[in-house]
Each structure stands twice: as C-alpha cells, then as structure tokens.
C-alpha cells in the first residue's frame, strides 16, 4: 500500500499539528504583513519552549493579541498587559508581551 506522504518530513514534526504546519507553511514565503507579525511574535514566544507548544497555542494568541493586528496592538495599557498575563492559553511571560507590544509600535 503506497503511502499519503510521498516524502518523508524533516524529522522535528512529532504530531499532527506539526506536520500540519510543516506540509503547508514551514519555508513558504510569507507577504502579508499580519501574518508576518503573527509569526514574529510567535517565534519570540518561542523562546526557551519548542515550537510545537506555540503551534497548539496560536488561536489561543489570536484571539488575546486582537488576529495580530499590529494597531490595535501598539495602543495595548495596563488593564490589557494584566489580561494577558492572567490568559492561560497563552504564554504569560511578561517579558514576552511587552516585546510583543513594542514590536507592533515599531
């Protein structure tokens, strides 16, 4: 019986969720400026953690950092930081969201 993966995967996809991303956007180029914040933030999130617990967080930092809209971002407060940093689906590293705020205001 033939295979439905005709290529064998880089060897750090571990489950679906990876190898999700690793067949359709891992080294794709990427033009649209929301998605490239996305994925800024995303990797800065990384930081000290594997990619795979971003990846099963991603709509989790969607829906708390606004779908990355890097406007909205940039006027983020106090009251907004304290949210974030009680949102379990996110990574709540304070660190980690003030980058992520300062990134949308640069």
Known sequence: MKSARPV??????RNPL???????????????DRALFEL????GAQAGLSWSTNLAKRENYRRA????????????NAKKVASLL???????NRLKIAATIGNARA
């Open 86 to 92: 009680a949102d379990a689906g996110i990574v709540r």
């Open 8 to 13: 064998q995967p880089c060897p750090w996809p």
């Open 18 to 32: 990876d190898l999700a991303y690793h067949d359709t956007e891992w080294g794709v180029p990427i033009h649209d």
């Open 65 to 76: 950092f606004d779908q990355f809209d890097a406007e909205k971002i940039s006027r983020y």
């Open 40 to 43: 800024l933030i995303l990797e």
